[in-house]
T-cell receptor, first 111, second 114 residues
Framework: GQQVMQIPQYQHVQEGEDFTTYCNSS?????IQWYKQRPGGHPVFLIQ?????EVKKQKRLTFQFGEAKKNSSLHITATQTTDVGTYFC???????????FGTGTRLQVTL | DAGVIQSPRHEVTEMGQEVTLRCKPI?????LFWYRQTMMRGLELLIY????????DSGMPEDRFSAKMPNASFSTLKIQPSEPRDSAVYFC????????????FGDGTRLSIL
């Protein structure tokens, strides 16, 4: 199936710096979900975006869905060491429960 | 509430052996997914079931892989015969079957084929 590209693949920041990961698709997305996977752990659902231009916030995390519904972003303000992990976006089909996961962005945070 | 339960957590076996991975989805969820995760290929969907019926197995690598879901509370992924390139973390996830549903993942099985 068509892969969902994420950039960057990897980012290393100092604690307190901001971080953004981008998710891009060549086709229009019906919805986008975001997951976080801690090192050695399993993906955990964070949020879902459905509407064009939608913006949702969870504490220091801000999620956006592009106006054309072809891209999405996750921004973390003032990173903490607890933010370490790999962040995945996942596109839905719109009609079924299947998801296609993006390539992931691995975030490393150091003091 | 119990989440998705996978067993075993770790498996180390020699190539050629049969490997069976097990999954118990969250009660009430009627979609079940098997994923494989490697550094090279990321998180790949192998197969998924709706109401115990396989819907899409296009991600299953080859005939050595098979999956079953005999009832709503149990699924297996079998590899026979196993090969070193099958080494990966295998995740099972479950969700409700309508669209836009979050998936809940198990802790995974870390499989090493020597």
């Amino acid at each position: 199936g068509q892969q969902v590209m994420q950039i960057p693949q990897y980012q290393h920041v100092q604690e307190g710096e901001d971080f953004t990961t981008y998710c891009n698709s060549s086709t229009t997305l019906s919805n986008i979900q975001w997951y976080k996977q801690r090192p050695g752990g399993h993906p955990v659902f964070l949020i879902q975006l459905v509407k064009s231009g939608e913006v949702k916030k969870q504490k220091r995390l801000t999620f956006q869905f592009g106006e054309a519904k072809k891209n999405s972003s996750l921004h973390i303000t003032a990173t903490q060491t607890t933010d370490v992990g790999t962040y995945f976006c996942a596109k839905g089909t719109g009609t079924a429960s299947k998801l296609t996961f993006g390539t992931g962005t691995r975030l490393q945070v150091t003091l | 509430d119990a989440g998705v339960i996978q067993s075993p957590r770790h498996e180390v076996t020699e190539m050629g052996q049969e490997v069976t991975l097990r999954c118990k989805p969250i009660s009430g969820h009627n979609s079940l997914f098997w994923y494989r995760q490697t550094m090279m290929r990321g998180l790949e969907l192998l197969i998924y079931f709706n109401n115990n019926v396989p819907i899409d197995d296009s991600g299953m690598p080859e005939d050595r892989f098979s999956a079953k879901m005999p009832n709503a509370s149990f699924s297996t992924l079998k590899i026979q015969p196993s090969e070193p390139r099958d080494s990966a973390v295998y995740f099972c996830a479950s969700s409700f079957s309508s669209s836009n549903q979050p998936q809940h993942f198990g802790d995974g099985t870390r499989l090493s084929i020597l």
